[in-house]
């Protein structure tokens, strides 16, 4: 039976602890680094609390890491990892190289989960693709493999833009709560609009733009929304803003963003 560890158990351990045991991984298959909310998440769910990140690293297979990235290298270095482990690495912008040969022999694998990861809903990227990982992260959530580190990068991209979407739902339901529409309608209404969105994409088999153009009626209110939006400058802003995540992901990996 795999046991997962979680060395760095912060605000996405908690929420990837949340979605494992919804889809039914047995607490008792995991086992929690100390600090953060390792101690309350083990009592609150009968996991096993660690004395130490050795101790986890000792009593598990599989080890997922969660500390803030600047914390990575030194949380995971020097501990008792053995050949055919496995370190599952979600910190944003730490390169396989910076991790190899903190845990060898064990391997390295980097993945981008979100918190909708508790819903059992969270698109997580992943690279390299192994086969003794997907079962565990398809519990999460559709898997992305990706076909390299550098498009690993550009990936994670989209867990800034996971934050921005939920800002933009919170000011689609200001709006109409300004409007004399209430809270919970408004939010229901903002919240659903862009699940519904991203589903007719993500489920249908057309172009995105052809999906668009169905919708962008001459003369119409999307196609009245669409060029102020382009007036203001929101493509541009848009991208701007995901060139700049991708800058600041690939800083001092000696990789160029591509
Ligand atoms: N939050 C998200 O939605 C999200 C999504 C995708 C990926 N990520 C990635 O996930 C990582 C964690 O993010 P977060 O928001 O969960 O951060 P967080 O809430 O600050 O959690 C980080 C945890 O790491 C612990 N820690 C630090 N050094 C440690 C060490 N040497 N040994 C054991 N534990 C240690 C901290 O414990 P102390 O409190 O004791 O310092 C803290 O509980 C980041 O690298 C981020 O890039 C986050």
């Known amino acids: 039976m795999t046991r997962i560890g979680f060395i760095g158990v912060g605000h996405l351990a908690e929420e990837l602890i949340a979605g494992w045991l919804r889809s039914g991984v047995p607490a008792e298959r995991m086992i929690l680094s100390p600090r953060g909310h390792g101690r309350d998440l083990a009592e609150r769910h009968g996991i096993t609390l660690a004395a130490d990140n050795d101790a986890v690293v000792a009593g598990a297979d599989i080890v997922v890491l969660a500390t803030r990235p600047t914390d990575a290298v030194a949380a995971v ?33 980097r993945i981008m989960p979100l918190t909708a990861a508790s819903i059992g809903a969270s698109p997580t990227t992943v690279y390299p693709d192994l086969p003794a990982l997907r079962p565990l992260l398809v519990r999460l959530g559709p898997v992305i493999p990706l076909a390299g580190e550098a498009q690993f990068e550009v990936a994670t991209v ?19 709560v300004a409007q004399g529409l209430s809270e919970q309608a408004a939010r229901q ?22 999906l668009l153009a169905s919708l962008v009626t001459p003369g119409g209110i999307t196609e009245r929304g669409l060029s102020v939006l382009s007036e203001d400058g929101v493509p541009q802003g848009w991208e701007r803003a995901c060139d700049a995540v991708l800058a600041k992901l690939t800083a001092g990996s000696g990789r160029a963003p591509g």
């Not at 659903?192 to 172009?207: D, K, S, W």
Request: aromatic share 6%.
């Open 189 to 210: 209404l903002a919240a659903t609009t862009f699940v519904a969105a991203g589903r007719m994409v993500a489920e249908r088999p057309e172009p995105v733009e052809e």
């Open 77 to 109: 270095a020097g501990l008792g990892w053995r050949a055919g482990q496995l370190l599952v690495s979600a910190c944003a912008g730490v390169p396989l190289d910076a991790l190899r040969s903190a845990v060898a022999p064990a391997a390295p694998v």
């Open 158 to 176: 989209s867990a800034a833009i996971y934050g921005w979407a939920q800002m933009l739902i919170g000011l689609g339901r200001d709006w109409s």
